[in-house]
Structures are given as C-alpha cells and as structure tokens.
C-alpha cells in the first residue's frame, strides 16, 4: 500500500518466484521504507507489503531565555519516543545547566535549571536514557577554584533529583565528561582530570542501576597527559574507556574495560601501532552482541585518515585498519553508530572540502563496504557531524554547513535506507544566524529529533526539529 492505496505492479510474478520490493531512489525531503518486502509468491496475490515515508517538520525554539547565550545542547530518547536535551545557559553573570523534556507524539514541556550551584560556570553537559525512560545527565563545573564533575538524574513518569559531585579530587579541574548507560540504568562517566602535577588522567564511576554512584578512580597509569575519554557500555553492564594519550613524541589511542562485577582492568592497551603522528579524537561503541568498534583520525605525516579496530567479545582487540582513501583533504572527527544486526556505520568530515563521508561494516561478512559521499558534490565548510540508527539499521546523519561560502551556517541531513545515502536536505530556515552543534538521537522505532544551537543577532538559542 502507498499512501494508504494499493498499488499493483504491472509485471506479473510466477508462482514459486522470489521477491524482494526495496526503494531505489528516496522522494527529495523524504525517507521511505518498505515491511514485509520481501518473500516467495505461493498461489495467492501478496496484499501485505507496506511503503511508509516520514519527513522533517518545521524547527522550533525548545528555549525562549534571552537573558543569555544558550549553547551546547544535547539529546537522548527512549524506546516510545519521549526525549530529554540539556544544554548550557548563561545568565548574563554565570552559566547554568538546563533541560527540557519532549513527549512522544506530542510537546516540549517548559525548560528547567537541573543545577543551582551559582559558585561558578557549569558547562559541557552529557546525557543518556535507560529503556524505562530514566536518564543521567553530567556536566563540568566551577566552584570558584576548579572544575569539578556533577550528576543528576531523571526518574521516568517523575521529576529531576538534586544534583551531586561525583568526583572529590580537589587537586584540579577535572573536565570533559561523557556518560553511557545500558537499558537496565547501570551507566559509567568518565573524564578527564589534571593531577597536582599539572597531568590530565582518565577517570570513570560507575552509577549502579536505580542506586547511587560509586567512587570516582582513576583508569589509566601513564605519566603524561591523557585527553578526550569516550565510554561504552554493553547490555551485560560491561564498558569500554578510550582516550588519546600522549607517549612523548605523539598522542596514541589507549583503552580500558570495565568488567561487570569486577571493575577496570590494571593495565591499558594501545589500539594502533602507526608512529608516524598523533591519533586525535576517538569514539568507541558497543553492538548488541557485546562486541566494539573504535574509530580515530590519524596523522600519517601528511595528512588525517580514519582508522578502526574492533573488538570481539571475550577475545582480544584485533590489529587496526584504514577505512577511508581519499586522500585529497583530511578526514576528521569521526561518529559510530551500530544498528540491531551488529552492522556499523563509521561517518567522518573532511572540512576543507565540504565533505561528509561514511564507511558501512556488514557484521555477517565481518567487512567494511568501502568509503561513500554522504553530503553530495558541495564547495562548502563542513563540521559538527553527528549519527544515530534505529533497529532497523536506517541511520540518519547531520552536520552544519555554511551556505554560499559565507559565514551563515545551516544544518543538513542525510538518510542511508536500505543501502544508499538520500540527497542530503535541509531541516532549518533561519538565516538570521549560524546554526552549529547539531545533536541527534534515533529511538528503536525510528523516532527522530535533532537539536542545535543558533545565532539570532546578539542571542543564542536552542532549536529542534523531528522526523514526522
């Protein structure tokens, strides 16, 4: 059925023939997709083969406070829809952690501070949801001296608790959080925090599920600084740290697991042996099996390239590989997403060129399909790329791009359905400012909502837009 009509085609299949209806060419601001689209014709007509498309909406303001700068928002949704952003808001005097809620199929309910420590500037928030809808936020703020880690928590069907330091290390400032959290609540934080000698060293806690944090520890032993934490955590409560970590001549990518009832290994491990130059912003993620895949940009004297390893389930990390060859600009800032079926998507930005590209790994052949043009043919600056999939495996990506060559920035998306990357559209209108630090988050059942930050004259506020 199309549109809620039938449709037959004109072609007629034998009896005992294969089928298998797929969408060859996305409609333009449109993503489709086909149930039931495959099978054998065995002596009756088939009438239950279904083509459903969603579009973006309209961009809205999620805020309305213009006694500040809002900036770095962040999005998480749970398995019916309802989604939670925070973002950092200035007051004119100090900068505050806020939240509002969205509930599925309906509204954005009113923005509320989650933080109300007025020593100093709160800033960088983090978010993750559980599957009943219970979600943790943390950020990095001030108490007039240092930076220290904060959390707070949101119950599902309720109301935000009252926020809590995570870490007493009062040696210095400790910033950069991340957090992850599993569907049964168990979530681990981690980030980074300098020593009294002036190093930066991992750190992580670990929050049991519906309980209380544990305490903050350190999980990397090196001498020198260690930057940028990522975190993953499987359905079993098991989790993976990595880092950028410097070795004197270079920054290398290290890593750290977290057993579920046992805690972090003693000892790190280096995921890439290239010694050529620095390893810089990693970012790892687990699939449904409790296996992993870690990506980085890696300097090779010349110019970034996009590099992976994998891990196996209850074996070793495997040896490193290069997944992206085009070699005309450098390839940066790379996301992960991985779909129900354990396949994965790595998608990265070559800024110079105006270029987002994607690599897709089949988890059944245990290969990557090779590097593809997310973005199209464009003479334009590219960055903030960000990724989500739903279970089905449909992935959507989002970046801001300038417009013309000029300073206005605007966000875009792409769709990969079946196979193929869609044209790439525009999901906002407002050229009154930049639009950047585009968000998004897919649910299981492909709800979608994106968030940004964007420039209206003198003021910076908190959009969002959602596939309808």
């Given at each position: 059925m199309i549109g809620g009509v039938s449709f037959e085609f004109s072609t007629a299949l034998p009896d005992g023939s294969d089928y298998n209806?797929?969408?060859?060419?996305?409609?333009?601001?449109?993503?489709?997709?086909?149930?039931?689209?495959?099978?054998?014709?065995?002596?009756?007509?088939i009438d239950n083969i279904l083509l459903s498309c969603s579009s973006w909406g309209t961009a809205m303001l999620i805020e309305n406070n213009d006694t500040g700068l809002a900036s770095t928002p962040q999005i998480t949704i749970d398995t019916v829809g309802n989604a939670i952003a925070v973002w950092a808001q200035s007051d004119g005097t100090r900068t505050s952690i806020w939240t509002n809620r969205y509930t599925a199929g309906g509204t954005w309910g009113n923005p509320e501070l989650i933080e109300t420590d007025d020593a100093g500037n709160a800033v960088t928030p983090q978010i993750a949801v559980d599957g009943s809808g219970n979600a943790l936020a943390v950020w990095s703020q001030s108490d007039g001296d240092r930076n220290n880690i904060w959390a707070n928590r949101y119950t599902a069907g309720g109301a935000w608790g009252t926020a809590q330091m995570i870490e007493t290390d009062n040696a210095n400032s400790a910033t950069a959080p991340q957090i992850t959290v599993n569907d049964s609540g168990d979530a681990m934080a981690v980030w980074q925090q300098i020593d009294g000698s002036g190093i930066s060293?991992?750190?992580?806690?670990?929050?049991?599920?519906?309980?209380?944090?544990g305490t903050a520890e350190t999980i990397e032993f090196n001498t020198r600084d260690a930057?940028?934490?990522?975190?993953?955590?499987?359905?079993n409560g098991n989790a993976i740290a990595i880092w950028s970590q410097d070795d004197s001549f270079r920054f290398n990518i290290q890593t750290n697991r977290y057993t579920a009832g046992s805690g972090w290994n003693p000892y790190t491990q280096l995921l890439e042996s290239i010694q050529a130059g620095s390893a810089e912003t990693p970012q790892v993620a687990f699939d449904s099996a409790g296996n992993a895949i870690a990506a980085w940009s890696h300097y090779d004297g010349s110019r970034y390239s996009i590099w992976t390893n994998r891990y196996t389930a209850g074996a070793p990390w495997?040896?490193?590989?290069?997944?992206?060859?085009?070699?005309?600009?450098?390839?940066?800032?790379?996301?992960?997403?991985t779909d129900a079926n354990n396949n994965a998507q790595v998608i990265w930005t070559h800024a110079a060129e105006g270029a987002i590209r994607a690599n897709h790994y089949t988890a059944a052949t245990d290969s990557w399909e090779g590097d593809v043009l997310v973005s199209g043919d464009i003479s334009e600056i590219t960055n903030g790329v960000q990724a989500a999939t739903d279970s089905s495996g449909n992935a959507i990506v989002l970046w801001s791009q300038t417009s013309g060559g000029g300073a206005q920035m605007d966000i875009w998306v792409s769709h990969?359905?079946?196979?193929?990357?869609?044209?790439?559209?525009?999901?906002?209108?407002?050229?009154?400012?930049?639009a950047v630090n585009p968000q998004i988050a897919t649910g299981s059942n492909g709800d979608t909502i994106a968030v940004w930050s964007q420039m209206n004259g003198s003021m910076e506020n908190i959009w969002f837009n959602r596939v309808e």
């Open positions: 209806i797929t969408v060859s060419n996305q409609p333009s601001g449109q993503n489709c997709s086909i149930a039931n689209g495959s099978g054998i014709i065995n002596g009756t007509n060293n991992i750190w992580a806690n670990h929050y049991a599920s519906a309980s209380t944090w930057i940028t934490p990522q975190v993953t955590m499987d359905t495997s040896i490193e590989k290069l997944i992206e060859n085009h070699d005309i600009s450098d390839a940066r800032a790379p996301q992960i997403i990969y359905v079946t196979g193929n990357w869609s044209t790439a559209i525009l999901i906002e209108s407002d050229s009154t400012g930049a």
